[in-house]
Structures are given as C-alpha cells and as structure tokens.
C-alpha cells in the first residue's frame, strides 16, 4: 500500500475516532425549578430519563422556593449562573423570555411535532409568536363545590353552561350563619370576568382597567362579599385563612382554583367534592389557562444536548409519570389520562368540565407589568370587598400606579 493511502486511511480512522469520543463528551446539565426536597425523587426519576437515552448527559435538578425563585432567577441570569434548563410559569413568560433560547429554530431542524400539547398552553409559554418553553402542565381555573352541601340544600349540581345569576343563587342558596357559599380569592377578580365576556386590556394588550365591561364584571363578584355576604372578605396577609382553607374547613361550599390542587383538594377533605366551569355571562362560555414548562437558558454552553433533553423531559414518559403521582394535568394531550385516573378519580364531572373548558379557552392576555398587576388586586381589592370603596374606584386606583 502506498504511504499516501496509508496516512489517508490513518487520518480518516482518526478522524471517526475523534468524533466517537466528542459525541461520547459527557455532559452535566443543572435543571432549575422551584420546589423542595420532597420533590427530589420525582424529578430525579425523569432526570434519570435522559440519562437512559443519552448515556452521556445527566441532568442535575436544583430546587429553591416560589418566591425565592422568582427572586433569584434574574440574578441568576445576569450574573452567568443561571441553569441549562430554566422553569417557567406561563403568566411570568412576557418578564423572562428574554433569558430563554428561541425554541423554533430546533424544532425546524428535527421537524419536532408541537401539535401533542394543549394549544392554550403553548401559547402562554411563547412570547409575540416565538416559542420558548415545553408545558408540563395546563389548567384553566374552575370551580370546586362541596356536594354534600349542594345535596343538603336541595341543590342540582352546577352545569357546564351555569352562568352567573345561577353561581350567584347557589352562593346564597348555601350560606347559613358562618357558613359560606363561597370564598373568593385575589385572582377570581381576573379569572371570573374573563369568563364573563370582559377584558382588563385594550387592543393594545395594554391595561385599560376602568372600561365598562370589565368594572361592571369585578363589581358582580366583589357585590357577592360587599352586598350579598356569601363570601367572607380575602385576606393576603401572612396566616390568613384562604377560599381553599375555608372550603377544606367546611365554611365555604365553593371556591375558585386551577386542577394543579385537585389531589390536594381531595386528600384534605372529608366530603365530596365536585369541579364545575367558571359561570359565564350573557356571552359564550370562554376560560383562561395557564400553566408551567421548561426551556433551554439562553447562556448554556450546550444548547444541543439541553434541547435532547427537554423532549424527554416533556415526552410522554414523563408526562406519564408526573400524572401518575397527581402532580399536574400534562400540557401533553395523551397523557391527560394518567391524570384523570388518578388525581382526578372519584371527583365528579372532572373530564367532562376540563374537555368543555379547553373547548372554550380564550388567549390568557399578559404583558411584562402583568405580575405588578396582580399583586395590585391582591393589595387593594379587600377595600372594596369591605364597602370602603366601590370596584371601579379600587380599579382606577390600580391603573393608576401601572405603565398605562
């Protein structure tokens, strides 16, 4: 054999040796979410998914608090020590897409199927058309009733069409001394008039939050605490007692919460619990969602094998495993099942609600003031709640102190 050909073929047996090892690189991806110890196992279970297809990438979870999250997450980012793989709840997406890698790149290149997810979903988790995470969970917000008080009182069920004159007489049908119809909570005064026909932004999707049709449906839920007395008055401080501690309690017969808490719900109660949709107005039924998912940060040094990743992290074994254990509803579509057989078992109506509600979901509006806007309603709409004020001045009030 000649030199030449000899050295060629070294060269190319080098060549593929090289590129063996490179793709063989192991890699340590650090996963960021919030959570505590007690999640460890779970997620390390779908960790450990990876690892089973990609021998050479081990992804490390790293958990930290809610509100710790939040706090430390854009530190995090502009410091450089922000993880490969980023949680991400939908209502925080228009504040942080911007620390996130552009998902639509990657899913041109491997023709990744997105029609598995819950449209609602996908969208909350992109921003002006850009995807930038993969749900694990969705949800609208729905509500939950005790049927043992329903059937005490004489009550039918609520059907999936009830609007609100019918929520509002049920309210008052079941509230007896200290004992409440309903317990409203900060984000009903967001959730309840969407499904109501109103909206809290103008064409824009800037705040507009004194037009008529959105003062009028904030008026109807907050006269329920201030006019009808079926609702004791929310409280945000540090210990107070919540619509979910009121309904667990047997003090309220209704409250308003996403199906994240369903399992919870139900462990923590000694009755029969039922799901119903929010009640609409003289318009369609139409419902907001939101829910969680993961995305690749922006700064990660291997954005490759973050990507591998996060379709198993969101595939259906993991979206399996996670409704397995009650933890969410998957954002996959299939999978919901898994969920239903399990957090959701013996509570009624929950699939029949839950596929009427995605039927009629409408955009969940948010932009980058979102979150100030929330926690404004939590601050200040006790006050109208109370009779010190009216709704529309409590929310004249509010936009007062927002960006527009």
Same mark, same amino acid.
Do not use: C
């Given at each position: ?122 969208? $909350?988790?992109? +921003?002006?058309?850009?995807?930038? #995470?993969?749900? @694990?969970?969705? *949800? %609208? &917000? ?100 919540? $619509?979910?501690? +009121?309904?667990?309690?047997?003090? #309220?017969?209704? @409250?308003?919460? *996403? %199906? &994240? ?144």
């Amino acid at each position: 054999m000649k030199l030449s050909n000899v050295l060629a073929t070294a060269l190319l047996a080098s060549s593929a040796f090289i590129a063996t090892a490179h793709a063989q690189e192991q890699v340590n991806l650090t996963w960021q979410m919030w959570g505590d110890e007690n999640d460890t196992e779970l997620f390390t279970s779908l960790a450990d998914l990876v690892t089973a297809e990609y021998p050479n990438i081990k992804v490390t979870p790293q958990f930290s608090g809610w509100t710790d999250y939040w706090t430390r997450l854009p530190v995090l980012a502009s410091s450089g020590q922000i993880a490969d793989i980023v949680a991400m709840q939908s209502m925080r997406m228009p504040s942080f897409h911007s620390i996130l890698e552009p998902l639509n790149p990657h899913f041109e290149a491997d023709g990744f199927d997105t029609s598995v997810f819950e449209p609602s979903i996908m969208a $909350g988790l992109s +921003h002006e058309g850009t995807q930038y #995470a993969l749900p @694990y969970d969705v *949800g %609208p &917000w729905l509500v939950y009733y005790n049927r043992d008080k329903f059937a005490a009182a004489g009550l039918e069920e609520p059907a999936l069409d009830w609007t609100f004159d019918d929520f509002k007489a049920a309210a008052a049908a079941l509230t007896e001394g200290q004992t409440y119809g309903y317990a409203v909570q900060a984000f009903d005064f967001i959730a309840g008039p969407v499904a109501l026909g109103a909206e809290y932004f103008n064409d824009a999707d800037q705040f507009e939050l004194t037009n008529p049709g959105y003062v009028d449906a904030v008026t109807k839920y907050a006269e329920l605490v201030s006019v009808d007395k079926v609702s004791p008055v929310f409280a945000s401080g540090a210990g107070a007692v919540t $619509g979910s501690g +009121h309904f667990a309690a047997g003090t #309220a017969a209704m @409250y308003i919460d *996403g %199906p &994240w808490v369903l399992l919870q719900t139900k462990d923590s109660v000694d009755f029969e619990i039922g799901v119903a949709p929010l009640p609409h107005g003289e318009g369609d039924s139409r419902f907001i969602t939101a829910g969680s998912g993961w995305g690749i940060s922006a700064a990660s040094q291997h954005k490759e094998e973050a990507y591998k990743a996060l379709q198993i992290l969101t595939g259906p074994k993991a979206a399996e495993i996670l409704a397995s254990a009650g933890r969410a509803l998957p954002g996959r579509v299939a999978e919901q099942t898994y969920w239903y057989d399990v957090a959701a078992k013996d509570v009624a109506g929950t699939r029949e609600v839950l596929a009427f509600m995605f039927e009629h979901t409408t955009p969940f509006r948010i932009n980058e003031y979102w979150n100030e806007f929330e926690n404004l309603i939590t601050q200040y709409m006790p006050v109208a709640l109370n009779g010190d004020s009216t709704p529309e001045a409590v929310l004249a009030d509010i936009q007062s102190q927002l960006p527009f």
